[in-house]
Nanobody, 125 residues
Framework: QLQLVESGGGLVQPGGSLRLSCAAS????????IGWFRQAPGKEREGVQC????????NYADYVKGRFTISRDNAKNTVYLQMNSLKPEDTAVYYC??????????????????WGQGTQVTVSS
């Protein structure tokens, strides 16, 4: 079974940057779409961005435009989420998950599986 492990979270000041990594073990990521999601305390899990197996990206929220960039390095079996201009409202646990493609629309989260354990991102001064 595909296993995903997130890393790269931490404490950063507002306006700072972080790069999250989603690394796969046991199977190659080449044929999977990988989505990044986040969940803040007391809120539902929400989609951030997704990258298809061919490298096309899907934004799941307006707040990522101009600030977040998803990318993949198949040679390293890793997907990245570069987050710039971070704001306190970006504080959440960030998760990655896999699917056959970047679904959108109602209940799109249900199409993703092999969830990682998450990595905490805290934006605070």
């Amino acid at each position: 079974q595909l296993q995903l492990v997130e890393s790269g979270g931490g404490l950063v000041q507002p306006g700072g940057s972080l790069r999250l990594s989603c690394a796969a073990s046991r199977f190659t990521l080449d044929y999977y779409a990988i989505g990044w999601f986040r969940q803040a305390p007391g809120k539902e899990r929400e989609g951030v961005q997704c990258i298809s197996s061919s490298g096309g990206s899907t934004n799941y929220a307006d707040y990522v435009k101009g600030r977040f960039t998803i990318s993949r390095d198949n040679a390293k079996n890793t997907v990245y989420l570069q987050m710039n201009s971070l704001k306190p409202e970006d504080t959440a646990v960030y998760y990655c998950a896999a699917s056959d493609r970047c679904y959108s629309g109602t209940y799109f989260v249900a199409h993703f599986g092999s969830w990682g354990q998450g990595t905490q991102v805290t934006v605070s001064s």
